[in-house]
Nanobody, 112 residues
Framework: QVQLVESGGGLVQAGGSLRLSCAAS????????MGWYRQAPGKEREFVAV???????RLADSVKGRFTISRDNAKNTVYLQMNSLKPEDTAIYYC??????WGQGTQVTVSS
């Protein structure tokens, strides 16, 4: 089973940028659709972005134009570039592999 480790979270001011990384174990990384989800305090986990094995991407409407998802199959890593961050982006961000495996999450806090 694939294991996922997220990194790159932190505290940033509104309008700033962060890049999250998710490193996956195993040799089947390229066969998985990879996604990012987030969960804010008191709210349910929600979809943020997905990148399919073909390289096609889909993003939530709330982050379109600000976030970009990408993957490097040679490094078994998926990235989430987050620009123009808003306080409402504050959440724990989770990496997902194949709509099944989850990482432990990384905290993103955006101050106003």
């Amino acid at each position: 089973q694939v294991q996922l480790v997220e990194s790159g979270g932190g505290l940033v001011q509104a309008g700033g940028s962060l890049r999250l990384s998710c490193a996956a174990s195993g040799r089947t990384f390229s066969s998985f659709d990879m996604g990012w989800y987030r969960q804010a305090p008191g709210k349910e986990r929600e979809f943020v972005a997905v990148i399919r094995t073909t390289g096609a991407t889909r993003l939530a409407d709330s982050v379109k134009g600000r976030f970009t998802i990408s993957r490097d199959n040679a490094k078994n890593t998926v990235y989430l570039q987050m620009n123009s961050l808003k306080p409402e982006d504050t959440a724990i961000y989770y990496c997902n592999a194949g709509y099944a495996a989850w990482g432990q999450g990384t905290q993103v806090t955006v101050s106003s």
